[in-house]
């Protein structure tokens, strides 16, 4: 799923492991839902959005609004 | 890298459990081979090796249970998958190719092995199509 973390997370000067440690996961689960190879659980997805303060759609991309737009 | 906690509790058993079955599986090599058991003990000897990797098994899944990081436990999974994939196959391949007489007979247990290497297959294929890879 396309999202925002990257830039979120550079904003802060975050490196992968500082907010895998934040998040309580491994660097390669940060990875992973950066890259948008692994979409997060619904807890893991409101755990980054409380971390960043942030609403969940402000960081993650809905799909169906994105193949919306590309309509 | 750095391991998860479940991931370091599922290495050292799988360290003991590996160790537990060569302190298993040589006595019974070694008795069978020189004709020194027979009867009710047998067949203690012989189901003995069997019980580490019933712990094997059950390791797995504990790490399943265990691990919190969500996408580590879903690499496993896929792992398992694979691994589970592979092995019913090629049973259900030898089974029917051993029915009629294609080929030899081969001890169940070998289905466990090709499961095992079925788990090497699954990080593999995780490490080729998410680029991540836990070990086996």
Redesign the interface.
């Known amino acids: 799923m396309e999202n925002r973390l990257r830039i979120l997370r550079a904003e802060r000067n975050w490196s992968q492991q500082d907010l895998a440690e934040k998040l309580e996961v491994s660097r390669q689960s940060v990875n992973a839902v950066e890259t948008g190879k692994y979409d997060p659980s619904l807890p893991l997805a409101f755990r980054i959005a409380e971390l960043f303060a942030l609403p969940i759609e402000e960081i993650f991309v809905s799909p169906s609004r994105r193949s919306s737009k590309a309509i | 890298?750095?391991l998860?906690p479940a991931t370091k509790r599922y290495n050292l058993r799988m360290i003991w459990l590996w160790l537990l079955y060569a302190a298993f599986l040589l006595p019974a090599v070694y008795s069978f081979k020189h004709r020194l058991v027979s009867g009710e003990f047998a067949y203690v000897l012989a189901v003995l090796p069997a019980i580490p990797i019933i712990g094997v098994f059950a390791t797995v899944g504990r790490y399943l249970v265990e691990e919190?990081?969500?996408?580590?436990r879903?690499l496993m999974v896929r792992q398992t998958l694979w691994a589970g994939a592979i092995a019913l196959s090629l049973a259900t391949v030898w089974g029917f190719l051993e029915s009629f007489d294609l080929v030899s007979h081969i001890a169940s247990y070998y289905i466990a092995v090709v499961w095992f290497f079925g788990l090497a297959v699954g990080a593999i294929i995780n490490r080729l199509t998410?680029?991540?890879g836990r070990p086996c």
């Open positions: 890298m750095s998860s919190s990081d969500e996408y580590l879903m998410l680029g991540d």
